[in-house]
């Protein structure tokens, strides 16, 4: 997909090959899939099917090392939605989720929607919190209306 990422490919790409990665086909199809996939949420799976449907012949292997160097190079970060596996982003599209235990719809927040939350865990606990890595599950709007019974327990 030439066209307005082609030149933010180009970047990522240099610093992969600043690192002294070695640019194939198969990791610019990986920097152009996750650019283009903007806020899918992808996971690694579904990552490699995208590649593949492109470039059949591309090894799992080769992607799955592409996403460990582009994280190295904190180009790109992972989020957990939920049980299943991880999600890929690239890092300027870092932002905090909130995900529904019911529908798995997932709502993205601004990232300074927990800063106050944030600040005062690290003033009476010193810790930090990494509030980007998992995603905060619960109920959603419409679930919330059709369970109303349901809505403060735990889900079984
Ligand atoms: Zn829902
Ligand atoms: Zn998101
Ligand atoms: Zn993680």
Do not use: K, W
């Amino acid at each position: 997909m030439p066209g307005p990422t082609s030149a933010a490919v180009d970047e990522i790409l240099g610093e992969l090959r600043a690192q002294g990665g070695r640019i194939t086909s198969g990791r610019r199809a990986v920097v152009e899939i996750l650019l283009a996939s903007g806020d899918q949420h992808m996971n690694a799976e579904r990552l490699v099917e995208a590649v593949r449907a492109r470039l059949p012949d591309v090894a799992e292997s080769t992607i799955y090392r592409t996403l460990t160097a582009l994280e190295e190079l904190g180009v790109v970060t992972h989020v957990h939605l939920g049980h299943g596996p991880a999600s890929f982003h690239l890092n300027d599209l870092s932002h905090r989720h909130l995900v529904c235990r019911e529908c798995g719809v997932v709502i993205d927040l601004p990232f300074g929607a927990f800063r106050d939350f944030a600040e005062a865990v690290e003033l009476q606990y010193g810790f930090r919190l990494q509030d980007e890595h998992f995603a905060f599950s619960g109920l959603c709007r419409g679930c919330a209306e059709l369970l109303p019974a349901e809505a403060d327990g735990p889900a079984p």
